[in-house]
């Protein structure tokens, strides 16, 4: 079974200070994903990456850093934490498979990482 | 800007199929449509995903129309587990760029 792991289940942190979601995925997947959920909102992709030391920015990528050093791990980095930072963050990882034509492109998602920012 | 359309909730009776249907009127021919679900607290989860033809898996049955506008996802027989939100999501982009697009979903609650 393919496993993603985030580090936290729920997180609490002081406005300002710097915040590190980690995750990691076993199944030697190219890609991988971080998504914040906000009632009424959904799922909006905040960064996500291809391979390892590549990003590339989603929807809401302001305020946010991500690092991939090694394929399996997967950063999202809060620089100076605010309030409207609060929310459910979700990680995800899937097998690069390449051209719009092949099928699958599942994403396994970890179970969550809930923040809140005071 | 979600490219797909559901109803916000829907009820379905325990042991009875659970038929949840989407819109998505302007995907183009090369993209496909995925279903996944969301039990509370955890992570999404896949269903099933489809090009033109139906597909049947073991969690679930999708009918997509012949002009690919809309779609109906499947539970055959739904226990209180399959209570979640359940998203139909179409990918957009191209090669490094390929993202997938959510929507809010369809809460579904299966009722004893």
């Known amino acids: 079974d393919v496993k993603v792991t985030q580090s936290s289940r729920y997180l609490v942190k002081r406005t300002g200070e710097k915040v590190f979601l980690e995750c990691v995925q076993d199944?030697?997947?190219?890609?991988m994903f971080w998504y914040r959920q906000d009632p009424g909102l959904g799922l909006r992709l905040i960064y996500f990456?291809?391979?390892?030391?590549?990003?590339e920015k989603g929807d809401i990528p302001e305020g946010y850093s991500v690092s991939r050093e090694k394929k399996e791990r997967f950063s999202l980095i809060l620089e100076s934490a605010s309030t409207n930072q609060t929310s459910m963050y979700l990680c995800a990882s899937s097998f690069f498979t390449g051209g719009m034509a092949l099928a699958k492109n599942i994403q396994y998602f970890g179970a969550g990482t809930r923040l809140s920012v005071l | 800007d979600a490219k797909t359309t559901q109803p916000p909730s829907m009820d379905c009776a325990e042991g009875r199929a659970a038929n949840l249907p989407c819109n998505h009127s302007t995907i183009s021919g090369n993209e496909y449509v995925y279903w996944y679900r969301q039990i509370h607290s955890q992570g999404p989860q896949y269903i099933i995903h489809?090009?033109?033809?139906?597909e049947t898996n073991e969690m679930a049955s999708l009918i997509i129309t012949e002009d690919r506008k809309s779609s109906t996802l499947i539970l055959p027989h739904a226990t209180l587990r399959d209570t979640a939100v359940y998203y139909c999501?179409?990918?957009?982009?191209?090669?490094?760029?390929?993202?997938?697009?959510w929507g809010l979903g369809t809460s579904l609650a299966v009722n004893p």
């Open positions: 999501i179409v990918r957009v982009g191209a090669g490094n760029n390929r993202k997938l697009i």
């Open positions: 489809g090009l033109k033809n139906n």
């Open positions: 199944m030697d997947h190219e890609n």
């Open positions: 990456s291809y391979d390892v030391k590549m990003k």
